[in-house]
């Protein structure tokens, strides 16, 4: 077994059980980002209130709605970018190397450089060591372009509400506060094929790719979040060999991995929301200044009606539930990786033993 493919599946495996983990609050994070009711933005719920809303008002399964698709996508995106990280990894620090030898640089893979070819893709042929980054770039691209359908099904669904019997009859007359509605009632079953059929019926195939624009912008936060993680680890790795050892733990991965993500979601978050507020379910009728055309028509209407906090709604939530979500990734994934290399070292060994002398 190849070392890219066991990271391939250890990254997807890492992936669902941090998805499993945390998916309540990015469910949460996802309706705050949404949230277009004035008087729900006016109480500004914390994300405990809101889940306990959310169970009490609609039920505990509400919290996992679109759990499913998630954890497909989720298996999918990370097995592959993983997969292909390592491959270009390796031939990044093969090529680093022998320069190294040739007297030009330390051998390693550069920090700056990376970030640079990450985000601005155009000037790859000028930065050799980096070229790896631009194929991960290339990867992570088409990735996104094959899941997206994936994630807006899984946002309507986290999005999608249950209407109550209070809400059902105010909805025909007058409206009624939250602290009304006792008794949730689902008009229909709403899975995954309803929401396909709900997001074709009401803008075709093109529906299943809404928000990729901004979804391809970010792109840069896994770009970020490598450049972070693989920086912090080499020092720590370095810091150790000084003192003859060169283990990690796992607390220290999940450590790193955690800091690597804040910094990545805290710059890249207000596409995510712009992301959110296309994918989930359009306002056809009533306030105009909630219905979107495309990326930039939400830009603009964001900044006109709701000023810079719209683009940061959430945020807290989104940081809390990303940062503990990369931490068990990154923990899980290497323990994966370690597990899987002893595995196969030791039934290698075994081989060789058993061989007649």
């Not at 998805?19 to 949230?35: A, D, G, H, K, S």
């Not at 939250?178 to 008794?183: F, G, I, K, T, Y």
């Amino acid at each position: 077994m190849s070392d890219a493919l066991i990271n391939g599946l250890a990254g997807a495996g890492g992936g669902i059980i941090a998805q499993l983990l945390t998916y309540p609050l990015q469910t949460v994070n996802t309706r705050q980002q949404t949230e277009r009711d004035l008087k729900r933005e006016k109480r500004k719920l914390g994300t405990i209130e809101h889940m306990c809303q959310v169970v009490k008002q609609e039920g505990w399964e509400r919290l996992y709605g679109g759990l499913a698709p998630s954890l497909a996508g989720t298996a999918a995106s990370q097995g592959v970018y993983y997969y292909f990280y390592q491959v270009f990894r390796n031939q990044a620090e093969a090529a680093a190397l022998a320069r190294s030898k040739k007297g030009l640089g330390d051998g390693s893979v550069g920090m700056f450089s990376s970030l640079l070819v990450a985000a601005f893709a155009g000037v790859a042929c000028l930065m050799e060591p980096s070229r790896w980054m631009v194929l991960i770039f290339t990867v992570r691209s088409v990735n996104v372009l094959m899941t997206n359908p994936i994630w807006v099904i899984v946002t309507r669904m986290q999005t999608h509400r249950k209407m109550t019997k209070d809400q059902t009859a105010a909805s025909e007359s007058s409206p009624s506060s939250d602290e009304q509605a006792l008794v949730a009632v689902e008009p229909r079953p709403y899975g995954t094929f309803n929401t396909i059929r709900e997001v074709y019926d009401e803008a075709g195939v093109t529906g299943f790719w809404k928000g990729v624009i901004p979804t391809l912008i970010m792109v840069s936060n896994p770009s970020m979040q490598f450049m972070l993680y693989e920086t912090m680890l080499t020092k720590l790795k370095k810091k150790r060999a000084l003192k003859g050892s060169n283990n990690v733990t796992a607390l220290e991965t999940f450590l790193l991995g955690a800091v690597a993500k804040l910094g990545a979601t805290v710059t890249t978050y207000p596409l995510l929301v712009v992301k959110s507020r296309l994918q989930a379910k359009q306002v056809t009728t009533g306030d105009k200044r909630h219905q979107y055309k495309g990326t930039l028509d939400a830009i603009l209407k964001m900044i006109r009606y709701e000023g810079l906090y719209g683009f940061y709604k959430g945020m807290s939530t989104k940081i809390v539930q990303s940062v503990l979500a990369a931490a068990v990734l990154f923990m899980i994934k290497e323990e994966l990786v370690k597990g899987a290399k002893l595995l196969l070292s030791n039934a290698t060994s075994s081989k060789i033993k058993s061989k007649p002398s």
